[in-house]
T-cell receptor, first 113, second 110 residues
Framework: DTAVSQTPKYLVTQMGNDKSIKCEQN?????MYWYKQDSKKFLKIMFS???????INETVPNRFSPKSPDKAHLNLHINSLELGDSAVYFC????????????FGEGSRLTVL | EDQVTQSPEALRLQEGESSSLNCSYT??????LFWYRQDPGKGPEFLFT???AGEEKEKERLKATLTKKESFLHITAPKPEDSATYLC???????????FGKGTKLSVKP
């Protein structure tokens, strides 16, 4: 059983389109995250939710909107995609917001043409 | 500004050739330093947490140490399966987010 699973693994789309990435964790964790890893391999936090409540919202364009229907799921919707959005997006979870021990999904590679 | 710098960017070793990876950081109020391993096409996998200067953690051929300004990941007698990118992250600062370094890509040749 995969602990943190995200779908799809690959997305290829045109500029201006809207896309969503889904994430689910079966670890019973309270906190979930979205990270972006760009072409230079920097891993940067985008959002963090604790028990469905948004607790971290880094400087991310408001075209990116996270949604957490329950504490096991955190989805990412991206509107009006731009070339610079091309990256690998990782979902992660942790037992709570106080620990830096994160469990990551395998990533979703987004390519915007 | 809080930041994490890892060196070298890439390291090629022969099997059995021990070495160290460096992670230097500047962060106000360090709450923890974390090491992760990332294989190609996969998400990072947690290895160690270090909380205070002088602390050490070990796992198989890996040993992580922490000082007030940097951390080292020592790899003893590495094997090809240790090949991966090793990421360092610190938690602290005003936001308390995890701040990742760019990683060190380790290649171990048989």
């Amino acid at each position: 059983d995969t602990a943190v699973s995200q779908t799809p693994k690959y997305l290829v789309t045109q500029m201006g389109n809207d896309k969503s990435i889904k994430c689910e964790q079966n670890l019973g964790h309270d906190t979930m995250y979205w990270y972006k890893q760009d072409s230079k391999k920097f891993l940067k936090i985008m959002f963090s939710y604790n028990n469905k409540e948004l607790i971290i919202n880094e400087t991310v364009p408001n075209r990116f909107s996270p949604k957490s229907p329950d504490k096991a799921h955190l989805n990412l919707h991206i509107n009006s995609l731009e070339l610079g959005d091309s990256a690998v997006y990782f979902c992660a979870s942790s037992q709570d917001r106080t620990t830096g021990e994160l469990f990551f999904g395998e990533g979703s590679r987004l390519t915007v043409l | 500004e809080d930041q994490v710098t890892q060196s070298p960017e890439a390291l090629r070793l022969q099997e059995g050739e021990s070495s160290s990876l460096n992670c230097s950081y500047t962060v106000s109020g360090l709450r923890g330093l974390f090491w992760y391993r990332q294989d190609p096409g996969k998400g990072p996998e947690f290895l160690f947490t270090l909380y205070s200067a002088g602390e050490e953690k070990e796992k198989e051929r890996l040993k992580a140490t922490l000082t007030k300004k940097e951390s080292f990941l020592h790899i003893t007698a590495p094997k090809p399966e240790d090949s991966a990118t090793y990421l360092c992250a610190v938690e602290g600062g005003s936001q308390g987010n995890l701040i990742f370094g760019k990683g060190t890509k380790l290649s171990v040749k048989p």
